[in-house]
């Protein structure tokens, strides 16, 4: 894993659709969350966490997908 300086990128991710892992889609998504939780809007609160649910859940899938090849 290197610091690109912007975002931490996985040069040994097999993953080709997604060479950062779901990093970047966890980023976007705690943005919203965060911006959503300041606004007081509890229907985009909840579809970030959703969303961060799932990403986080591919994440871990992918950590794990990496450490059996």
Same mark, same amino acid.
């Given at each position: 894993?290197?610091?690109?300086?912007?975002?931490?990128?996985?040069?040994?991710?097999?993953?080709?659709?997604?060479?950062?892992?779901?990093?970047?889609?966890?980023?976007?998504?705690?943005? *919203?969350?965060?911006?959503?939780?300041?606004?007081?809007?509890?229907?985009?609160?909840?579809?970030?966490?959703?969303?961060?649910?799932?990403?986080?859940?591919?994440?871990? *899938?992918?950590?794990?997908?990496?450490?059996?090849?």
């Amino acid at each position: 894993m290197i610091n690109s300086g912007k975002e931490w990128r996985f040069m040994d991710t097999p993953n080709r659709k997604y060479p950062d892992g779901y990093l970047p889609k966890i980023s976007y998504w705690m943005k *919203e969350w965060e911006t959503h939780s300041e606004d007081l809007n509890e229907k985009g609160m909840k579809k970030a966490e959703e969303k961060l649910m799932y990403f986080f859940g591919k994440q871990l *899938e992918l950590k794990r997908n990496e450490k059996t090849i």
